[in-house]
């Protein structure tokens, strides 16, 4: 035994042997009850659930392929997710911010956003650059964990402004969710952000989407205990849910997010998942994880549960099926036509947007830098 | 070195990359000295992202090649706490941008222990961080940091540019008591040169003339020298023989190579991927400007990153020196 390691228990599944989760559609596609969480879909809404679902892993896939030929500099892959993302991300209230990492291409899909919107950032044209308050989505955060304190801050701002319930009353009270991963939650910022949450009551969901890996590290580097019982230190409550059940991630978020919005503070969720691709295209998983730890997991794959449940209980036939995918086909090469179509940002952009105020400095520097570019032109060089 | 017998792979004069020179160099520390600690994120199994760390862990336990929790600060804290111990912690930051959260660390603690404790407490940590652009990266890993830290007192930097200096400059960084900032240029990895593994290394704090040259000397680090050594070839054609020299220590800067060339040449543009606002060209300027005033012929002129965040992908070829950029400088410094 390595002297510096915890003593050795049996297996990697040491943590959650039989993960005690919420779950409300088992892998086998059957409706599962459970005392506090239930969902009250209609035919279409279960339909369109898994519309979602499709159509998100194939613009996942379309991406990873854009990124293998050369179209995009890395991608972050979601593959194994979706229904992490779908239902928390369906849960959410047009009122209610986001504030995704740089994997959540499920939940700005089901805001209704352009899935276009973050591909500039992984083709290196820009950072992404759009405006987090038109979307109520905010940029995606690469360095690990600081979005959870940049939530927390917003939500304080809701409880400031009086828009939670208690407030003034008019039913668009508003809550704020911030995206994360196992690996984020060893971060200071994280633990910063689970005090201030706490200590000032803000209605922030912190939904953590355990998949098992901070690139090759897994959970056991981050945890000896299950994620979601954390939140009992900080004082506020913790749930685990499924995360490859689509229904049970969908009403544990709402439930969450309305207690947060009703002003009962925030909620730590975690969504017990997979990363079934490799972290990102620049990856390589077989380095550090075995093959068939991969396979036990897509017995429990997100989708195909959806797909058994539809089926069996006579909601969906194969045209629907195949008219699901034929929409998803045409997402995705509507997507990479534009990827492919995507102007190269202009040279002089470089100087741009530095500060809102501008400065001499910057100026002076564009200046030389069109000056030296003309000299070309003049051949002096 | 102690009493290591050398691998026939090790035989003097090998030819290595970088990344394989400082894997084969840390390799080497980790022999000499049961204290080396490596540790950082996936610096085990995987190797760290460059796989600088590649079959360490497998060789030296996981006592001694630690996969740390996903925390920059937990990372540089308890190094501290392991060089208290008696422990020469040698840390891996995964990306130039995410070496922030440990900067109160950095700043506040590694550098300052010895001074609090009047002397007292040495802490032998190095920090490694691959920095540095060019390699079409998202945001947050393609920075150049060197600055902030090179403005600590209590902190020493440095910076390898050539598989050589790589293997030979970590061990020295790892056998040192000073705290390290060992910054890695990172798009250069994958160059190869030799490797005198038997030979002696030379001074860890001090610059080096990598081209003799008599017309116009061009200072850079890290990976600023191979574009100023391809500007110094590019040049013979225009009929200049530009001196180029290695900084290697950005902290003690080593400028008497730096001065000696000036006052033959008259001329110095120094050129790093940096912002130029209080950048490490600042500083050679400014103390070339009070030691070699009537030697100049023209201004020190910085060739740098601009003053903005650094930018998207396709971007960074505007914002990145290159070696008509140099070119450009050099023949200001004539025009003057
Ligand atoms: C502060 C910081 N340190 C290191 C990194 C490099 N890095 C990028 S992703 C990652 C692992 C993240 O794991 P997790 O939080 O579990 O999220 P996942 O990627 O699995 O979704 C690391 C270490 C970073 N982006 N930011």
């Given at each position: 035994m390595?002297?510096?390691?915890?003593?050795a228990r049996?297996?990697?599944?040491?943590?959650?042997p039989?993960?005690e989760?919420?779950?409300l559609?088992?892998?086998e596609?059957e409706r599962?009850?459970?005392?506090?969480?239930?969902?009250d879909f209609s035919d279409?809404e279960?339909?369109?659930?898994?519309?979602?679902?499709?159509?998100?892993r194939k613009?996942d896939k379309?991406?990873?392929?854009l990124q293998?030929?050369?179209?995009?500099a890395?991608w972050?892959?979601?593959?194994?997710q979706e229904?992490?993302q779908?239902?928390?991300?369906?849960?959410l209230?047009?009122q209610?911010?986001?504030?995704p990492t740089?994997?959540?291409h499920?939940?700005?899909?089901?805001?209704?956003?352009d899935?276009?919107m973050p591909?500039s950032l992984?083709?290196g044209?820009?950072?992404g650059?759009?405006d987090?308050?038109?979307?109520k989505?905010?940029m995606?955060?690469?360095?690990?964990?600081?979005?959870t304190?940049?939530?927390?801050?917003?939500?304080?701002g809701?409880?400031?402004?009086?828009r939670?319930?208690?407030?003034n009353g008019?039913?668009?009270?508003?809550?704020v969710?911030?995206y994360?991963?196992?690996?984020?939650?060893?971060?200071?910022?994280?633990?910063?952000?689970?005090?201030?949450a706490?200590?000032?009551h803000?209605?922030v969901v912190f939904?953590c989407q355990?998949n098992?890996?901070a690139?090759s590290e897994p959970?056991e580097?981050?945890t000896?205990v299950?994620l979601?019982?954390?939140?009992?230190?900080?004082?506020f409550?913790?749930?685990?849910?499924?995360?490859?059940?689509?229904?049970?991630?969908?009403a544990?978020?709402?439930a969450a997010?309305d207690?947060?919005?009703?002003?009962q503070?925030?909620?730590l969720i975690?969504?017990y998942?997979?990363?079934?691709?490799?972290?990102t295209?620049?990856?390589?998983p077989?380095r550090y994880?075995?093959?068939s730890?991969?396979e036990?997991?897509?017995?429990?794959?997100?989708?195909?549960?959806?797909?058994?449940?539809?089926?069996?209980?006579?909601l969906a036939d194969?045209?629907?099926f195949?008219?699901?995918?034929e929409?998803?086909?045409?997402?995705a090469?509507?997507?990479r036509?534009?990827?492919l179509?995507?102007p190269e940002?202009?040279?002089?952009?470089?100087f741009?947007?530095a500060?809102p105020n501008?400065?001499?400095?910057?100026?002076?520097e564009?200046e030389?830098f069109?000056a030296?570019q003309?000299?070309f032109a003049?051949g002096?060089? | 070195?102690t009493?290591?017998?050398?691998?026939?792979?090790?035989?003097?004069?090998?030819?290595?990359s970088?990344g394989?020179?400082l894997?084969?160099?840390l390799?080497?520390?980790m022999?000499?000295?049961?204290?080396?600690l490596?540790m950082g994120e996936?610096?085990?199994k995987?190797?760290?992202?460059?796989r600088?760390?590649?079959?360490l862990q497998?060789?030296f336990?996981?006592?001694?090649?630690i996969d740390?929790p996903?925390?920059?600060?937990?990372i540089?804290?308890?190094?501290?706490g392991?060089?208290?111990?008696?422990y020469?912690?040698?840390c891996?930051?995964q990306?130039?941008?995410f070496?922030?959260?440990a900067?109160?660390q950095?700043v506040s603690?590694?550098a300052?222990?010895?001074?609090r404790s009047?002397g007292?407490?040495r802490l032998?940590i190095?920090i490694r961080?691959p920095?540095?652009?060019?390699?079409?990266?998202?945001?947050?890993?393609?920075?150049s940091?060197?600055?902030y830290?090179?403005?600590?007192?209590g902190?020493?930097?440095?910076s390898?540019?050539?598989p050589?200096?790589a293997?030979?400059m970590?061990q020295q960084a790892i056998?040192?008591?000073?705290?390290i900032?060992?910054m890695e240029p990172?798009?250069?990895?994958w160059e190869?040169?030799?490797?005198?593994?038997d030979g002696?290394p030379?001074?860890l704090?001090?610059a080096?003339?990598?081209r003799?040259?008599?017309?116009?000397?061009?200072?850079?680090?890290?990976?600023?020298?191979?574009?100023?050594?391809d500007a110094?070839?590019?040049a013979?054609?225009?009929?200049?023989e530009?001196?180029?020299?290695?900084?290697?220590?950005?902290s003690?800067?080593d400028?008497?190579p730096v001065?000696d060339?000036?006052?033959?040449?008259?001329?110095?543009?120094?050129?790093?991927?940096?912002?130029s606002n209080l950048?490490?060209g600042?500083?050679?300027?400014?103390?070339?400007?009070?030691k070699c005033?009537?030697s100049l012929?023209?201004?020190?002129l910085r060739?740098?990153?601009?003053?903005v965040?650094y930018?998207?992908a396709?971007?960074?070829e505007e914002?990145?020196?290159?070696?008509?950029?140099?070119?450009?400088?050099?023949d200001?410094?004539?025009?003057?």
């Amino acid at each position: 035994m390595a002297k510096g390691q915890p003593p050795a228990r049996d297996g990697r599944d040491d943590i959650a042997p039989e993960p005690e989760f919420v779950q409300l559609l088992n892998p086998e596609g059957e409706r599962v009850e459970h005392p506090e969480y239930s969902v009250d879909f209609s035919d279409e809404e279960y339909r369109d659930l898994y519309r979602d679902l499709v159509i998100v892993r194939k613009l996942d896939k379309e991406a990873t392929a854009l990124q293998r030929q050369g179209e995009l500099a890395i991608w972050a892959s979601l593959l194994g997710q979706e229904a992490a993302q779908v239902g928390s991300g369906r849960a959410l209230r047009p009122q209610d911010m986001a504030f995704p990492t740089y994997r959540e291409h499920g939940v700005l899909y089901c805001r209704g956003i352009d899935p276009i919107m973050p591909l500039s950032l992984f083709r290196g044209v820009d950072y992404g650059g759009w405006d987090p308050a038109k979307y109520k989505f905010n940029m995606y955060t690469i360095v690990i964990g600081a979005q959870t304190l940049h939530a927390t801050g917003y939500a304080m701002g809701i409880n400031l402004d009086g828009r939670i319930g208690g407030g003034n009353g008019s039913g668009d009270d508003e809550a704020v969710i911030a995206y994360f991963g196992d690996g984020a939650s060893s971060q200071g910022d994280v633990n910063e952000a689970f005090v201030w949450a706490g200590v000032f009551h803000a209605p922030v969901v912190f939904f953590c989407q355990n998949n098992q890996y901070a690139i090759s590290e897994p959970l056991e580097r981050q945890t000896r205990v299950p994620l979601y019982q954390r939140a009992a230190g900080f004082g506020f409550p913790g749930v685990r849910v499924d995360g490859n059940d689509v229904l049970a991630t969908y009403a544990v978020t709402r439930a969450a997010m309305d207690n947060a919005r009703h002003g009962q503070g925030p909620t730590l969720i975690e969504a017990y998942t997979y990363r079934m691709g490799a972290h990102t295209t620049s990856d390589d998983p077989t380095r550090y994880r075995i093959a068939s730890e991969v396979e036990s997991w897509q017995a429990k794959d997100p989708i195909l549960r959806v797909h058994r449940f539809l089926t069996n209980q006579g909601l969906a036939d194969d045209a629907f099926f195949s008219s699901v995918e034929e929409q998803a086909a045409e997402v995705a090469t509507h997507l990479r036509e534009r990827v492919l179509s995507m102007p190269e940002p202009d040279p002089m952009s470089v100087f741009d947007n530095a500060y809102p105020n501008g400065s001499p400095l910057i100026d002076e520097e564009r200046e030389r830098f069109v000056a030296y570019q003309a000299s070309f032109a003049e051949g002096a060089h | 070195m102690t009493g290591q017998a050398v691998t026939s792979a090790e035989k003097a004069a090998t030819t290595l990359s970088i990344g394989k020179a400082l894997n084969n160099g840390l390799r080497r520390a980790m022999e000499d000295d049961p204290k080396v600690l490596i540790m950082g994120e996936d610096v085990g199994k995987l190797g760290g992202v460059f796989r600088i760390t590649d079959g360490l862990q497998k060789d030296f336990g996981e006592d001694r090649v630690i996969d740390t929790p996903l925390a920059e600060s937990g990372i540089v804290g308890t190094a501290i706490g392991l060089a208290l111990r008696g422990y020469r912690p040698v840390c891996e930051i995964q990306f130039d941008g995410f070496v922030y959260p440990a900067y109160d660390q950095i700043v506040s603690q590694v550098a300052k222990f010895h001074y609090r404790s009047r002397g007292q407490v040495r802490l032998p940590i190095v920090i490694r961080i691959p920095f540095g652009g060019g390699i079409g990266a998202v945001e947050h890993h393609s920075e150049s940091p060197e600055a902030y830290f090179s403005h600590t007192a209590g902190l020493k930097v440095v910076s390898c540019a050539n598989p050589n200096d790589a293997y030979w400059m970590i061990q020295q960084a790892i056998a040192s008591d000073d705290p390290i900032i060992f910054m890695e240029p990172k798009r250069r990895y994958w160059e190869k040169g030799q490797v005198d593994t038997d030979g002696e290394p030379y001074p860890l704090h001090s610059a080096r003339v990598l081209r003799p040259g008599t017309d116009a000397t061009v200072v850079a680090y890290g990976p600023m020298v191979r574009v100023a050594l391809d500007a110094a070839a590019a040049a013979v054609e225009d009929g200049r023989e530009l001196e180029v020299i290695d900084l290697r220590s950005l902290s003690p800067l080593d400028l008497g190579p730096v001065y000696d060339s000036v006052r033959r040449t008259g001329r110095l543009v120094v050129v790093h991927e940096a912002p130029s606002n209080l950048g490490l060209g600042s500083e050679v300027a400014a103390r070339v400007t009070e030691k070699c005033f009537y030697s100049l012929e023209a201004p020190v002129l910085r060739v740098t990153g601009f003053n903005v965040p650094y930018p998207a992908a396709r971007l960074e070829e505007e914002y990145l020196p290159d070696l008509d950029r140099v070119l450009d400088a050099v023949d200001r410094s004539f025009g003057w």
